[in-house]
């Protein structure tokens, strides 16, 4: 059934029920296929409304704040995976109570917390608690620095040099994080870098996370690959895997609906501003940077077809996104539909100059929508002191 966005409020961001179950049903077959476990990346989506449809699918998430920690507790009842390139002394016990898994960034902070992590274990015997080490296999074919791990000077993982040949005593696994939205071809370059330079630690650990990035949903990624390479190394090793997608959880099941507020001519340029921000709803389009899709709108400028740069509501000089052309010219109050908006973009969003955040909705299965949250001065006043 057609989304009727005209009784939706503007800016609001729509999740799609039936693509949220679409995925997570390609990707629970993933997993049963394969023999691993896929977890949910809370900082590729969070929205805990949501849980419910997530947690029908699969058994686990990852956080890296205890912030996220809490969340998977309370919204999805599962102890979380937890990896943060550094804790936090005054955090660490409620991250232990709260986890199955904590991964270490490096070997310090192992020495620095490894009595803690004993001192608990002996004293909650029944909680069963798994600690491993973040690699970096120094090997990634993600373009942007911003998002690559393995760039030299690295704060992430630890690279073997660094390593003993033995893995210390309460250290089981072994996690590797170095894809960004990347294709199972990439994967298999990844672990053959991975297998030349941590085999002989693979063969001692119990269990292997590979980290997110993996982007199973997209259209043409090739998931016999995947399950085959998954297979591959959990029976070359006898180890358990684990997949931590972020994009691939909610790829394309939802958008950013937003409102044309103003039009205006700048020196030969038409204009459209919006009710929503480039720069505080959506980042990831000026970090990575990419061009958002919009619905009905031409990616690109087309002579002839009234054209727009489409910019945002803050006062910021560089709150603006590319040119798009239109069949019909903009009018004040036309709604702009932002496709795939949902990952990552939602986990971002600042109220930068005072803006409210754009509302959270789901557009469920049964044809209706349902508001979820909808955002004002407290939500900002909160943010400050």
Known sequence: MPIDYTNIPSPCFVLEEELLRKNLTLIDHVQKSAGCKIILALKGFSMYSAFPIVKEYLSGATASSLNEVKLINDFM?????TYMPAYLDQEFTEIMERSSHITFNSFSQWERFKGRVEEFKAANPEHALSCGIRVNPQYSEVETDMYNPCVPGSRLGVTRDKLPDTLPDGIDGIHFHSLCENDSSTLERTLEALESRFADLLHQ????????????????????????????????????VILEPGSAIAWRTGELVTTVLDVMDSQGIDVAILDTSFAAHMPDTLEMPYKPVIRGAYHEAQPGKPTYRMGGMTCLAGDFIGDYSFDKPLQIGDRIIFEDMIHYTMVKTTTFNGVNLPSIGIWQKNGSFRLIRSYGYE?????LS
């Open 77 to 81: 009842g599962y102890p979380a995976h």
């Open 205 to 240: 650990a119990k269990w292997l996370n590979m980290g997110g990035g993996h982007l199973m949903t997209r259209e043409g990624y090739d998931i016999d690959k995947l399950i085959g390479l998954v297979q591959k190394i959990r029976e070359k090793y006898n180890i358990d």
């Open 379 to 383: 939500s900002f006043k909160d943010r």
